[in-house]
């Protein structure tokens, strides 16, 4: 899955993307939308691993896309729909705010959700005015007609919402009713993550909480001067942080923050040869969970051992000891994964 900076033009997209990702923003590429890879730091892995030391002496860590994408202009809008196309690949949106030069954060949020409630507005009657049309038609098969009735309703359940001024995910849709809307990939049904792209002084507390009631993550950094810190060696570094009064970089922060606040979670492999961290989405099954190791590790399940972190931890990262104390259990592939679980896979040679 790929998780999309999105937001106006000069918002600081670009920065928080090479910020992130090491990787400079190409301008030939900006306009389709730039894609790199990022790892998910992860300190309970950095702990396991020291312990099993394996051959791989480092983590390996999942990793997430982030799609660098151009803003919305505000003046000419013209090209906007265009721009907006290209956030709809994503799964799940950064809205970055420009937090530097100004202070209307909730302000510019409410615009740019006004444009994706505006454009997904758009689809969703272009197909609504389609579907009437075919229903007009005779002589179609009654399980044709019936199908377009319900995505009929669905699809008007959906612009009343929109029409409130309502993104789409909050009518808490069934697998069955997203995976009816799933190819219009709706902007307001994606996670969305507020990041507020600030200057060097933090956002006060109270306007965080004021945030957070429009979005349930909301995170800030000064992406500029943590990229601007990056660039210089460690003892430079050092002292500019303290005079700025930073303890350590928000990178890894704001990348876990990005990372969960779509809906992700992790679950560890570890083994003589590396200790793994793997990405899921939250609510999947130890089956899902084979199937990002391996397909054949999911065609050929049959059952996995499962330690939670906590008590993986309790039991001082031994394997041993877990099994010993009754913790480590022996789950079928329905077991809905949880966060940090270290997994085994057995699967039938
Ligand atoms: N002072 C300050 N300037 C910033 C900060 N972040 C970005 N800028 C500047 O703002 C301008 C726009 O930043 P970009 O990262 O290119 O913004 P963008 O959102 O990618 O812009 P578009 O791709 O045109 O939508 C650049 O000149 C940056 O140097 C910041 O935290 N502080
Ligand atoms: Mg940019």
């Given at each position: 899955m790929k998780v999309g900076l999105v937001g106006f033009a000069g918002s600081g997209k670009s920065t928080v993307f090479q910020w992130l990702s090491g990787e400079k923003p190409d301008p030939a590429k900006v306009q389709q939308g730039q894609t790199a890879m990022v790892d998910v730091p992860d300190e309970r892995l950095r702990a396991i691993t020291a312990k099993y030391r394996p051959k791989?002496?480092?983590?390996?860590?999942?990793?997430?896309?982030?799609?660098?994408?151009?803003?919305?202009?505000?003046?000419?809008?013209?090209?906007?729909?265009?721009?907006?196309?290209?956030i709809r690949e994503a799964g799940a949106m950064v809205v970055v705010l420009d937090g530097?030069?100004?202070?209307?954060?909730?302000?510019?949020?409410?615009?740019?959700?006004?444009?994706?409630?505006?454009?997904?507005?758009?689809?969703?009657?272009?197909?609504?005015?389609?579907?009437?049309?075919?229903?007009?038609?005779?002589?179609?098969?009654?399980?044709?007609?019936?199908?377009?009735e319900l995505e009929l309703s669905l699809l008007?359940?959906?612009?009343?919402?929109?029409?409130?001024?309502?993104?789409?995910?909050?009518?808490?849709?069934?697998?069955?009713?997203?995976?009816?809307?799933?190819?219009?990939?709706?902007?307001?049904?994606?996670?969305?993550?507020?990041?507020i792209n600030r200057g060097e002084?933090?956002?006060?507390?109270?306007?965080?909480?004021?945030?957070?009631q429009l979005s349930p993550t909301v995170l800030q950094a000064p992406a500029q001067l943590e990229l601007e810190l990056q660039a210089l060696s460690v003892e430079d570094r050092a002292v500019f942080?303290?005079?700025?009064?930073?303890?350590?970089s928000l990178r890894e922060e704001v990348i876990r923050g990005i990372f969960y606040g779509a809906g992700r979670q992790v679950f560890f492999t570890v083994g003589e040869d590396?200790?793994?961290?793997?990405?899921?989405?939250?609510?999947?099954?130890?089956?899902?969970?084979?199937?990002?190791?391996?397909?054949?590790l999911a065609e050929k399940f049959v059952r996995a051992h499962v330690i939670s972190y906590a008590d993986f931890l309790a039991c001082g990262y031994s394997e041993k000891e877990a099994?010993?104390?009754?913790?480590?259990?022996?789950?079928?592939?329905?077991?809905?994964?949880?966060?940090?679980?270290?997994?085994?896979?057995?699967?039938?040679?």
């Open positions: 791989k002496p480092e983590p390996v860590f999942a990793k997430m896309a982030l799609l660098d994408t151009p803003g919305l202009l505000t003046d000419e809008r013209k090209d906007n729909p265009r721009r907006l196309a290209i530097f030069s100004r202070r209307d954060w909730d302000e510019q949020w409410q615009r740019f959700r006004e444009e994706c409630l505006l454009a997904d507005l758009e689809i969703v009657s272009n197909r609504i005015s389609r579907l009437e049309l075919q229903l007009k038609k005779r002589a179609r098969p009654a399980k044709e007609i019936e199908a377009d008007r359940r959906i612009t009343h919402a929109l029409e409130q001024g309502q993104p789409a995910s909050v009518l808490g849709l069934s697998a069955e009713e997203e995976k009816t809307v799933r190819s219009f990939q709706l902007l307001t049904l994606k996670p969305e993550i507020l990041f002084s933090p956002v006060p507390d109270a306007e965080l909480a004021k945030l957070r942080m303290h005079e700025l009064g930073l303890n350590q590396e200790c793994r961290s793997w990405a899921l989405p939250v609510g999947a099954t130890v089956l899902e969970a084979a199937a990002c190791i391996h397909t054949d099994k010993n104390r009754g913790l480590m259990r022996t789950e079928g592939k329905t077991y809905v994964v949880q966060d940090g679980d270290i997994i085994h896979i057995l699967a039938s040679t």
